[in-house]
C-alpha cells in the first residue's frame, strides 16, 4: 500500500512565502512525475507544478518565477517552495505522484490535500 503524507500548508500574508513537503510511502519501486495540484473554490483541480525523477520541470504560467519544485528521490518526497505569494494562489494543494509499485504496474496516487490560504 502507498500513501502520500503532505505537510506544510497554512494561512500567510500576500507577498509571504511557504513551503509544502509531500513525503511517499509503502512498497515503491520508483516515481515519475511528482508535483502537486491544486484546487480553488468553485474551480477545476489544476496542475501548479511537477517534476521528473530525472529533474524537469513544469509549470502553471500562473506560478512561473514565484514557485519552485524539487525533489528528493532517495526520500520519496517532493516540495514546493511558494514565493510572492497572491490571494490567487489560495486553495487546497494536492500532492501527485505515479508510482511504480512491488506488483510492476504504474498507478497515480494523491495527498489528502492541505490549505493554502493567502490574505490580501
Known amino acids: 500500500q502507498v500513501q502520500l503524507v503532505e505537510s506544510g500548508g497554512g494561512l500567510v500574508q500576500a507577498g509571504g512565502s511557504l513551503r509544502l513537503s509531500c513525503a511517499a510511502s509503502?512498497?515503491?519501486?520508483?516515481?515519475?512525475?511528482m508535483g502537486w495540484y491544486r484546487q480553488a473554490p468553485g474551480k477545476q483541480r489544476e496542475l501548479v507544478a511537477s517534476i521528473t525523477r530525472g529533474g524537469d520541470t513544469n509549470y502553471a504560467d500562473s506560478v512561473k518565477g514565484r514557485f519552485t519544485v524539487s525533489r528528493d528521490n532517495a526520500k520519496n518526497t517532493v516540495y514546493l517552495q511558494m514565493d510572492s505569494l497572491k490571494p490567487e494562489d489560495t486553495g487546497v494543494y494536492y500532492c501527485?505522484?505515479?508510482?511504480?509499485?512491488?506488483?510492476?504496474?504504474?498507478?497515480?496516487?494523491w495527498g489528502q490535500g492541505t490549505q493554502v490560504t493567502v490574505s490580501s
Open positions: 501527485y505522484a505515479r508510482i511504480l509499485t512491488t506488483r510492476l504496474r504504474p498507478s497515480d496516487y
Open positions: 509503502g512498497s515503491i519501486v520508483s516515481i515519475d512525475p
